[in-house]
């Protein structure tokens, strides 16, 4: 399953996706997935993602999702750990 995506069968019953921005076709490969939090940001490499080939747009599966979000979850505990050490000297 992939979020955020539209399932749309064609005239031969297959089941295609399309982009949700452009309605453009959708490529499985690789892109970045940058987050930008309060505190910090994050760029990850070679995420697998479906990319449409007419605005570049990638569309994440719910599993990359759920992943960066967990690696997210502890950036934000250590990075509030970070937050409330105190100055040295
Ligand atoms: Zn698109």
Redesign the pocket.
Known sequence: MVAGLENTKNSIGETKMY??????NLKSGKTNYVVNRKGYHLIIDDVPALI??????PLFTEKAVDLVQEMIRTLDTRKAELNALPLMG
Not at 19 to 24: D, E, L, P, R
Not at 52 to 57: A, D, I, N, S
């Open positions: 982009c949700i921005h452009c309605q453009g449409c080939q007419q605005c570049g747009q």
